[in-house]
């Protein structure tokens, strides 16, 4: 192995071990560095040479009638504001904690806050500034996890932010009784709202902190690089960053409509309509009122048992005036640089296998790529560990992760955008 990347795993190591995360939480401020923002001052900590600002709240809380609505704007405030601790995650199930072996962090709705690293000296500085996007899959994160601590980008002249949006039902519910209150007549989608209205604060007040509006990179892993690749298509991001890293990910598959006529298209609206089925809501008057009386807590156990699983991003005419992938195709996307990968092995944590034997297997790819399937099967051998399961997995991993990142690196670059992979 290259003594680089040996340098590059140790670094990592250190970063997320629990010895250097209290370390840097034991660090006290020497000074306490203010920074005034459109809405009004904040008040942080100096942690060696960088200025660390957390849980700043850049939209209103989407509490009580704000629960299902698009963000809302902060209302100002004059007293300088104190910004030194994180603020408590968007309500989620556990799965942060079986994933990383960590506890689950304080929760509450009113979750939308970001987090700012920087060491610029001055508002004048013009230091690139990239926005980190969470991933777990649209229905868990949070952006004050350790292995998100921004000191080294700030280290390195970056200026770093990290933030929440909202999750699972309380991000992506789609509902006709929603649709018909909103001005727009849609629903779902919150959470991506939600990330918009980050990105607009970081035009309006990066600069506060050194940055460059002009020099945004938006980037994440997972479900945070299909975020990416939805704000590369939607026009309600459109001049808000401008270069875009994917890792693990590419959203130019498949995508619920919000609503369809044919009973064989899976809807967003149709899935909020099942899962509200099983709350026993039969007076329709009264499914809002009812359903924002409920506590996030209860909401979340009644969806995570939903029989139609998650609630699916929704082509809804106005955060996605069409699907992703035509508009990929097509050309309507940002023409901003981007980079794109993923890991050779993504499948063997994330891919359960649905067959035990090579006969199986080969039914599988039969139904999956029809006449394809001859030619693929000689790529996708019975390793001798691990068997079928371990064909399948290499398969799935290039059919979510390898196959979507070519395709979004080449639609960019057949259009003169430069792309990296």
Not at 95 to 101: L, V
Not at 259 to 281: I, N, Y
Request: net charge positive; aromatic share 8%; charged share 15%.
């Amino acid at each position: 192995m290259p003594r680089s990347a040996v340098r590059v795993i140790l670094v990592g190591l250190l970063a997320t071990s629990p010895l250097v995360a209290n370390r840097l939480s034991a660090q006290t401020a020497t000074q306490a560095p203010t920074v005034r923002l459109v809405e009004g001052p904040i008040v942080g900590v100096q942690e060696g040479a960088v200025r660390v600002f957390r849980g700043i709240p850049y939209v209103a809380a989407p509490t009580g009638e704000r629960r299902w609505r698009p963000p809302q704007p902060m209302a100002p405030w004059t007293a300088p504001r104190e910004a030194r601790e994180f603020g408590p995650i968007c309500p989620q199930t556990d799965a942060i904690a079986k994933a990383y072996g960590a506890a689950l962090q304080p929760t509450s709705e009113d979750c939308l806050t970001l987090n700012v690293w920087t060491t610029a000296a001055s508002t004048t500085a013009k230091q690139p500034v990239m926005v980190f996007i969470h991933g777990g899959s649209l229905t868990h994160g949070t952006g004050r996890e350790i292995i998100y601590d921004g000191t080294s980008f700030a280290q390195r002249g970056v200026v770093l932010v990290t933030f929440n949006y909202r999750l699972g039902a309380l991000g992506f519910l789609a509902h006709p009784a929603l649709s018909a209150e909103s001005p727009r007549g849609v629903s779902g989608n919150y959470g991506l709202l939600d990330q918009v209205a980050l990105l607009q604060w970081v035009q309006r007040n990066i600069t506060q902190f050194g940055g460059d509006p002009s020099n945004v990179t938006i980037f994440g892993e997972s479900a945070g690089a299909y975020s990416v690749g939805y704000h590369l298509v939607s026009p309600l991001s459109a001049g808000l960053f401008h270069k875009a890293i994917m890792e693990s990910g590419s959203p130019f598959r498949a995508i619920a409509p919000l609503r369809t006529t044919l009973d064989t298209v899976r809807s967003a609206e149709r899935v909020g309509q099942a899962w509200v089925a099983t709350l026993g809501l039969t007076d329709s008057s009264r499914v809002l009122a009812t359903l924002r009386a409920m506590p996030a807590d209860s909401i979340l156990a009644r969806s995570a048992k939903a029989t139609m699983g998650t609630f699916p991003e929704a082509v809804d005419g106005w955060v996605f005036p069409e699907h992703p992938a035509v508009a990929m195709a097509r050309g309507r996307h940002a023409a901003v640089p981007i980079m794109i990968g993923s890991n050779a092995d993504e499948g063997t944590l994330l891919a359960t296998p649905p067959v035990s034997s090579r006969r199986g297997l080969d039914s599988l790819m039969q139904v999956l790529y029809g006449v394809r399937a001859d030619s693929l099967r000689p790529l996708y051998p019975r390793p001798l560990w691990n068997g079928v399961a371990r064909a399948y997995r290499s398969l799935w991993t290039d059919d979510v992760f390898g196959m979507t990142a070519r395709a979004t690196a080449r639609a960019m670059t057949q259009r003169g955008v430069p792309a990296y992979r």
